[in-house]
């Protein structure tokens, strides 16, 4: 959608004061795209294309720059027309972007605004990182329970303006505590002179405000809901949250995932610290324990490497395939393991399927383990000119490994749901390490099958 | 939110036919937790349930049921209710269903339809999958441009009922072309004889048919909405993809991300394929190319352990490491990667970021490299018995090797996305064998230079 030709046309057209023409080109264009245009524009000619807008429309533009452009246009505003953008920016993302400007740009934005708002602000930026709380808004319409139909679209129609979304209405009695729900659809819907009390929704799906974020956008995910209320512990409504902050919380979630299966320990608070936020110790801290535990499963490989250290003298050529044959092993088994920890997350692989599971990634093993394993014979064979009885050994190995890191790589992670721990802590290379002494006592095993004369 | 202690109530108010005591407690209810009671009832008692609520709250619950419930669910109504229940679905969820019935049970359903909604269901269903068309609904409000505001909010009034939403309304010309977009909030704050050609905005976001969802649903994201027009090459609206949708194709996408982090080659079609649903052999092409490449690139270890052969010789123990110090390597590499696949695709990292981001992997690697390294030395030591050379040989490896990997594992994919390749393709597996073949040199370099003596 981004469209880099415009730029030196609307430079011209600014150059040349074109204000009106401008205007009307600006007006036809979505406030998301017109945010591309300011950015693209730079500094100077941005702020330029922005003071030609309607106020209201600003801050919608400024709502969809990227952070970055956010905190630096209002740096460069004065603290008047920053309060008065402000004033008209949803709360939530008001409250992130004072959030981010330094305490001296505060202090000299904040009295310029009502008390009310400055009190908003303050509150929403206070609540933990990662709460329900921290991303919630406050503009949204509430009812009282006696009004009409007809009073009520009367309010919302009134108060539309400044909401974040009318759709979604809540009921709340004389002490704000949350009561009822009713969607817009169904007051347009309604009679009239009916009452909100008699047509609203009792049963409400809402969160507590101090509610882990992800669990708040996956109630948002399964009920289907445009917004979710957030209340306190005595059912006070203190915001909402719209579906359009769940997918800022999936994109970290799913960010969370990966870095849990790369194999940096979970930890709910510091997953949410941005990577320039965290401190070098900090992030050590989260590296260690990890690599400390697979440092102390691979300390198993010692023992192996030196039990079977007289066959190896046997034959000297079996070491140099030693990286090799269990690399190929982490390989295969971190695959599987990836696999099927997805399966599980989307729900195709339930209880009853361990077994089936097993089975299919065996089979997968096996074939995978038949191609590969030819290749590592011939390679050995032909390439590294080995023998045909120690090009066999290798080739076996490989097929062996596939299909033993296979049988790790999906048992592990089932093992592990059975046993009520999440599945997506079990990283990459967790397996691989698995699989590294394991592999070993197989090779030389084989090897000492094939190839060795037993010592008697 | 789910509550087991309901069942037994349930049974026996079923049991003993109160069921104006019933309907009472289930309109007191969301339909997404009556979809939980019925899924906990079981077939018999949960069929029941059903029966008891009106024909669109039970189609309402039905599309709260997850799938395998759903199949299960319908098949055994009799072709007539089943047919009413359809008529009364949103219209994706409907296409989804009938998906996933067995062709006798569609052809004995279908006929008791009308025409017009065989058509849908079959148009709906024939879309390939991971495309917009596939996942969309036709279920939503078009207005012609010269309807006034208070006719076009009649006319809403009156699809409200069998609409999936009705707060994003689409203009079309009179060939379906989709010219405008007018949200509910809009037409509530206009003026009521005004027209909607004149307050339509006419910057629509769409996406086409054959788009991919992923792009579609980062479209909504991007953009906050709660739908997104679907037309086809001649700008024809087809349908429209919602908010709610998103969040599926979203837990898709996430999941495809660890799955290519483990090493297993993206397929954008193969990825949306059910785990039980790809055969065998689709599992292994997919997998093998990566292990292929892999098995490659870990023979480079082969040369290396023959070229220091003499130095291992010099010292046996050396050769009992081996497994030990590329594990670790390995370990370090794949946490460095997950980090930074995370910070680019948040966002937090950027191109200019490289040289900090390098430089701040490498001092974690440092810190992280001496803790580990001073265990390593320490077990070499104590507890393998190791003289103090060769200790510290195991140890000064860690330590470089944990610097080492850190740099390639931030390095590879910041190169990637300078080249233009999607970052999120480096696996774990990719960089512990890149770290194997190089971090041998690094144990048996060191191993040289502390402890052995030149041949000369």
Not at 340 to 362: A, N, P
Request: net charge negative; with cysteine; hydrophobic share 45%.
């Amino acid at each position: 959608m981004r469209n880099p030709l415009l730029v030196p046309d609307l430079r011209e057209l600014l150059r040349d004061g074109e204000d009106v023409a401008l205007r009307e080109f600006l007006t036809d264009h979505h406030p998301a795209h017109v945010a591309e245009m300011v950015e693209d524009l730079g500094p100077n000619e941005g702020d330029s294309l922005l003071r030609l807008l309607a106020l209201r429309v600003r801050a919608e533009v400024l709502g969809y720059l990227d952070t970055d452009h956010q905190v630096r246009t209002v740096e460069r505003m004065n603290p008047t027309d920053a309060a008065a953008l402000l004033h008209l920016m949803s709360h939530d993302e008001r409250a992130d972007l004072v959030n981010r400007l330094d305490e001296e740009r505060v202090d000299s934005i904040l009295p310029h605004l009502a008390q009310a708002e400055r009190d908003d602000i303050r509150k929403l930026a206070s609540y933990e990182p990662g709460t329900a709380g921290a991303v919630m808004t406050t503009d949204y319409v509430t009812l009282p329970p006696n009004l009409t139909v007809r009073e009520a679209l009367e309010r919302i129609r009134h108060e539309a303006l400044d909401r974040e979304t009318i759709y979604y209405c809540y009921v709340v009695d004389s002490a704000r505590r949350l009561i009822g729900f009713v969607s817009l659809k169904s007051l347009i819907l309604a009679r009239p002179m009916a009452r909100i009390e008699d047509i609203m929704q009792r049963d409400v799906i809402f969160a507590r405000v101090d509610e882990d974020q992800e669990a708040v956008a996956r109630q948002i995910g399964k009920y289907d809901l445009l917004a979710i209320p957030v209340v306190d512990a005595d059912d006070k409504l203190l915001g909402i949250i719209t579906h359009d902050d769940v997918l800022d919380i999936l994109r970290q979630e799913q960010t969370e995932d990966i870095l849990a299966f790369s194999g940096v320990s979970r930890d709910a608070e510091a997953d949410e610290v941005p990577y320039w936020q965290s401190s070098i110790p900090a992030v050590v801290r989260r590296r260690l324990p990890w690599l400390l535990m697979l440092l102390l499963a691979e300390n198993l490989t010692y023992p192996v490497l030196e039990y079977f250290d007289w066959v190896r003298k046997q034959n000297e050529a079996l070491g140099f395939f030693i990286a090799l044959l269990i690399g190929t092993g982490g390989n295969a088994g971190s695959q599987t393991v990836g696999t099927i920890i997805r399966g599980i997350s989307l729900g195709e692989i339930v209880g009853r399927d361990s077994l089936r599971v097993l089975f299919r990634e065996c089979a997968v093993g096996l074939l995978l383990g038949l191609m590969l394993g030819t290749i590592g014979l011939m390679y050995a064979h032909l390439w590294r000119h080995q023998p045909w009885a120690l090009s066999s050994v290798v080739g076996l190995t490989i097929l062996c490994i596939c299909i033993w890191a296979n049988t790790i790589g999906a048992l592990v992670p089932l093992l592990a749901r059975r046993a009520g721990i999440d599945p997506a802590v079990i990283s990459a290379p967790f397996i691989s390490t698995l699989v590294d002494a394991t592999g070993l006592v197989i090779y030389f095993t084989i090897a000492i099958i094939i190839l060795i004369k037993l010592p008697h």
